[in-house]
């Protein structure tokens, strides 16, 4: 499950918190998103997460492990209790990868800079970040959701292009 949830970080680029708490009622399949409400997130704003195709294929896979005594889509193993934080660490140090779960954020922001003509507006809605200008902030009252679903679905194609090109899959 650990590996599960992990994987879908990466892919979503959200925090290892919201992929922990993450319920079934907030993934809607159909539309491939993923809604984080106001009192999960960092700033307190709901989040729409625009999943890729290689997110959706993980949280199918999660979908197996479903069990009736959580809505949790990646519960712990007490009493479908949320991962603790530490899983997701140690699944990085047992795999040799010499990041944080937290860094998988900072990965993505720089693919998105350094590789693709994606907007850095479109990677900071994204992340959940507040556009810094307050101005421009003020009147932008759109999420961008149809550009991030381009870059969601750029970034999952990168990363499993990536895995496969490193064998880890």
Known sequence: MGRLALETLILTATRS???RGATWGEIDLDNALWTIP???MKAGKEHVVPLSSAALDVIRRALGYREARSEL???GQRGGKPL???TLTK???DMEVPAVPHGFRSSFRDWVA????FDGDIA????AHAIGNKVEAAYRRGNLLEKRKALMEAWGQYC??????EGRD
Do not use: H, N, W, Y
């Open 38 to 40: 106001a009192e999960r």
């Open 17 to 19: 918190g919201e992929i």
């Open 114 to 117: 350094e590789e693709t003509d």
């Open 73 to 75: 889509v990646f519960p």
């Open 91 to 93: 699944i990085c140090r």
């Open 124 to 127: 900071e809605m994204a992340l």
């Open 84 to 86: 603790s934080d530490m």
């Open 160 to 165: 499993v292009t990536s895995q496969k090109r």
